[in-house]
């Protein structure tokens, strides 16, 4: 079983002056439902090498079971740090996909041809897609064979207006997940803010905010036991 984890590249928080990236939790807890279960890992990001890592991420309230075994494991650590050009990747050589999520995709990963491209070759092949919290966002100029919306017509869910709402990025962020999924026909669903919501529909994993990270990584190896 392998699994390909793609990062952001991306480390400016739009025009505020602050750091952004992905967002650990979200990378750490799925790392490790994906390698308790054997999974053999690979990690990308556009531009390879180390991802930034969202500083608010890395601080001490933020910290979970998964972070803190992240932070004692020199192994993941130097997987992290040596992430392979997006470009280098293809979707023949891994049997599921999986974005954690965190600002920074909505800038990079979200218009990143390659990315875009990776995604609906996954789909095409029949293979599971995951994206956790911000991270359905890559999925925004992803299209279905027939050139529709990839989320069109499918149960959905990402970072809600209301979360993007508390923490007062509404006005800074290039577009709010929830109104791009609903723009493009998506049938969002989601939790109370800040509980752990998945929607699964066909090949298609997606969590709603960072509480939903190992869900969203036990959904992604459901689908994969199944097919």
């Not at 799925?30 to 053999?40: E, I, T």
């Not at 990963?109 to 995951?130: M, Q, W, Y």
Request: hydrophobic share 40%; glycine share 10%; aromatic share 8%.
């Amino acid at each position: 079983m392998k699994i390909l984890l793609v990062l952001t590249s991306h480390d400016q928080l739009g025009n505020t002056g602050h750091k952004t990236g992905f967002w650990l939790e979200e990378f750490a807890s799925p790392y490790y439902v994906f390698k308790d279960a054997g999974a053999q890992l690979t990690l990308a990001s556009p531009k390879g090498g180390q991802p930034p890592i969202d500083p608010k991420s890395d601080a001490p309230d933020a910290q979970t079971d998964a972070t803190r075994r992240f932070a004692d494991d020199a192994e993941a650590q130097q997987a992290l740090a040596s992430t392979l050009p997006l470009a280098q990747v293809r979707a023949e050589d891994f049997d599921a996909l999986f974005y954690p999520g965190g600002h920074g995709p909505l800038w990079d990963l979200a218009e990143d041809a390659t990315s875009i491209a990776l995604i609906e070759r996954f789909i095409a092949l029949g293979k599971p897609v995951g994206a956790v919290c911000h991270a359905p966002g890559v999925l925004r100029h992803v299209k279905a064979a027939d050139g529709t919306p990839l989320v069109r017509g499918k149960r959905v869910t990402g970072f809600s207006n209301s979360e993007e709402d508390a923490v007062q990025l509404s006005d800074v962020v290039p577009f709010l997940v929830e109104d791009m999924l609903k723009g493009h026909g998506g049938q969002y669903g989601r939790g109370a803010d800040w509980s752990s919501h998945v929607e699964v529909d066909g090949l298609l994993v997606t969590g709603q905010n960072p509480a939903s990270s190992d869900a969203s990584a036990e959904a992604l190896l459901a689908l994969l036991e199944r097919n």
